[in-house]
Each structure stands twice: as C-alpha cells, then as structure tokens.
C-alpha cells in the first residue's frame, strides 16, 4: 500500500526567494462565500524549514507571522 500511495506524491521543494501562492483555508476571515479567492498572494519565500514548513514575506517585505506548511503553497 505504500508503495501505491508514495508513486502518487510529488515533493515539493521550495528555494529562498521563490514567488508562491498561499491557499486561503476555510476558517480564515478571507474565506467568504462561494465566489472569494483559493489562493492569497503572491508572497515570497523568506526561510525553509527542514520540516517542510515555510515563513514567507509579502512583495513589500513585510513577515507573516507564522510558518506555512509546503502543501498549503503552490509557486
């Protein structure tokens, strides 16, 4: 069964400086209504974690204030 699941997932690797799309989750404020944005952005990557979360920054510099997991994030 792992080895069916693990030929499905393709890892994602993301680099200091890349431009990624942030996914708007349901319980968030900006998740309104049927017709509102996924995704949230463009934001850029600031540091990568060794487990696979993310702190990013916005086009102007300004610092999210917590980590992102990589699979709420597409470039």
Not at 6 to 33: C, D, S, T, W, Y
Not at 36 to 51: T, Y
């Amino acid at each position: 069964m792992a080895q069916a699941y693990n030929k499905k997932v393709r890892p994602r690797n993301f680099e200091v400086g890349q431009l990624v799309l942030r996914r708007l989750l349901p319980h968030q404020v900006e998740a309104k209504g049927k017709f509102s944005p996924n995704w949230q952005g463009p934001f850029v990557v600031k540091k990568v974690l060794p487990n696979g979360a993310l702190y990013l920054t916005d086009i102007e510099g300004k610092m999210v204030e917590m980590a992102i997991n990589a699979d709420a994030v597409k470039r």
